[in-house]
């Protein structure tokens, strides 16, 4: 639906500012036939100002913030909103290594800290052998380093990184910029208990290599990626993880920007620390 076709809260169209008045009907005179009296018109006005008093009672007892335990709906009937709501709760400590820390010894927590790490693991850096050993360090339970770390190895191999046109460190060629973005789109608990918790994470993200001669150029994925977490150490970490398609949504006629729009949007724009 077209921004014009929309119809406004206060009865306008396409954010012209204008209503549409339904005319009186009856006989061929615009304004309703004959002239009102005054006391008509004052009565009017009273009808008016009440209307506008009561508006703002209204807004005024909708913006206390609904901490009044007496207007809370039991009725049991409204679908509950905390699975997707913000917490509002501080969720992290300053970056370490540029990876958040510090999480919160509760679900939300949990949540909080596989959104960040699945920003993590599927990123450009991962693919740096250089960094993807401190990667695995920050994030993953200190008894499963060695094995996940020799299993990254194996996947991101020299052949591997040359069929997405990255050199055995990782690097793109000269004049070219390997993309590979992560955003979570929303987090759901699967299992949880004071010490280990099961959490997915709904992704999207870019991935790609922009430049002019690039036989991979960068697009979009959706994915979701399950991550088995232990609480260690007064933090949560990555035990095991997996990722699966979708869900996607119907693409959309976005027009593709250039290499060089492209580029410089990766290295002009940085990422964030996400929370529950």
């Known amino acids: 639906m077209s921004l014009g076709d929309e119809r406004d809260a206060s009865g306008g169209y396409g954010g012209t500012g204008q209503t549409r008045t339904r005319l009186p009907e009856g006989g061929g005179d ?6 009102r009296g ?5 009565r009017s006005l009273v009808t008016v100002v009440g209307v506008v008093v009561l508006l703002i009672a209204a807004i005024a007892f909708a913006n206390r913030g609904g901490d009044d335990s007496s207007s809370t709906d039991t009725s049991g009937n409204k679908p509950e909103s905390s699975t ?8 992290v400590q300053p970056k370490a290594g540029g990876i958040a820390t510090g999480f919160a010894h509760d679900m939300q927590g949990a949540q909080s800290a596989a959104a960040n790490y699945a920003t993590v693991l599927v990123s450009a ?26 299993k990254l190895n194996k996947a991101y191999s020299k ?5 997405i046109g990255l050199d055995e460190n990782g690097n793109a060629a000269a004049g070219s910029t390997y993309v590979s973005r992560t955003v979570p789109i929303g987090t759901k608990t699967t299992a949880y208990s004071d010490t280990t918790a099961a959490i997915e994470v709904w992704c999207t993200g ?28 007064g ?18 006629d976005d027009k593709a920007s250039s290499a060089d729009d492209m580029s410089k949007a990766v290295e002009e724009y940085g990422g964030f620390t996400y929370a529950r």
């Not at 615009?30 to 002239?35: E, K, P, Q, S, T």
């Not at 005054?38 to 004052?42: D, Y």
């Not at 933090?235 to 996607?248: I, L, R």
């Open 125 to 150: 850096d991962i693919l740096k052998p250089t960094q993807r050993t401190g990667i695995v360090q920050q994030v993953f339970v200190a008894d499963k380093q060695a094995e996940l770390l020799d």
């Open 206 to 233: 870019l991935y790609g290599t922009a430049g002019e001669k690039s036989t991979n150029p960068v697009t979009s994925d959706w994915f979701t990626m399950a991550l088995e977490l232990r609480w260690v150490d």
């Open 38 to 42: 005054g006391r008509s018109s004052s």
């Open 159 to 163: 052949d591997f990184l040359s069929k």
């Open 235 to 252: 933090d949560w970490k990555v035990e095991s993880f997996s990722q699966k398609d979708g869900p996607a949504p119907v693409p959309g």
């Open 30 to 35: 615009v304004y309703g036939g004959a002239r």
């Open 84 to 91: 997707t709501a913000a917490s509002g709760t501080k969720p």
